[in-house]
């Protein structure tokens, strides 16, 4: 039963534009959402996170957005850079409970 | 300088014999993790423990063993009950509580033939 869904596994975005990453998530009992960006052969290192009293959330570049109705959070990079291509995994979880991952969405930035 | 470190980054067992990876943390963080990551299966919860000397089963624990006696240290033995022990394992930390961060170290690829 996969609770948190990336259903894209791929992305490609040219530099300079939007690059929009989108997760899914069955329970409603969820009220942390993070979001973390993967290297090949390297730890996956935290971008942002949002809890669910909000419904968006920015820093820098990066802006996640929440919306609790349709259980659905998404990742906005802008303007999407090189550095940026990795893979990027959403995660979420109730309370204090562990962490659930999603599949993860490979992101390319071309130039 | 704070962070996790994972050794070895590279390790190669035959078929039957156990392993353990070694993870390490100074950042005084209560609570360590133990992830797999398989192609296209996302990060997998293994063991955890949120506290010295207690530690939980995760999602896919069978085949695996894990040790708390120190804050600073979570070793993960992989058996050789586990089927499919090829895959790179990661070790993360969290100062615990909701929403916290994990930290992760920049793992270990396990093969084993």
């Known amino acids: 039963d996969q609770q948190v869904k990336q259903n894209s596994p791929s992305l490609s975005v040219q530099e300079g534009r939007i690059s929009i990453l989108n997760c899914d998530y069955t329970?409603?009992?969820?009220?942390?959402f993070l979001w973390y960006k993967k290297y090949p052969a390297e730890g996956p290192t935290f971008l942002i996170s949002?809890?669910?009293?909000?419904d968006k959330n920015e820093d820098g570049r990066f802006t996640v957005f929440l919306n609790k109705s349709a259980k659905h959070l998404s990742l906005h990079i802008v303007p999407s850079q090189p550095g940026d291509s990795a893979v990027y995994f959403c995660?979420?979880?109730?309370?204090?409970?562990?962490?659930?991952f999603g599949q993860g969405t490979r992101l390319t930035i071309n130039p | 300088d704070g962070g996790i470190t994972q050794s070895p980054k590279y390790l190669f067992r035959k078929e039957g014999q156990n392993v353990t990876l070694s993870c390490e943390q100074n950042?005084?963080?209560?609570?360590m993790y133990w992830y797999r990551q398989d192609p296209g299966q996302g990060l997998r919860l293994i063991y955890y423990?949120?506290?010295?000397?207690?530690?939980q089963k995760g999602d896919i624990a069978e085949g695996y063993s894990v040790s708390r006696e120190k804050k600073e240290s979570f070793p993960l033995t992989v058996t050789s009950a586990q089927k499919n022990p090829t895959a790179f394992y990661l070790c993360?930390?969290?100062?615990?509580?909701?929403?916290?961060?994990?930290?992760f170290g920049n793992g270990t690829r396990l093969t084993v033939t």
């Open positions: 993360a930390s969290s100062i615990g509580g909701g929403g916290s961060p994990l930290h």
């Open positions: 329970n409603s009992m969820f009220d942390y």
């Open positions: 949002i809890s669910s009293i909000k």
């Open positions: 995660a979420a979880s109730e309370g204090a409970q562990k962490l659930v």
């Open positions: 950042l005084n963080h209560d609570a």
């Open positions: 423990s949120q506290i010295v000397n207690d530690f």
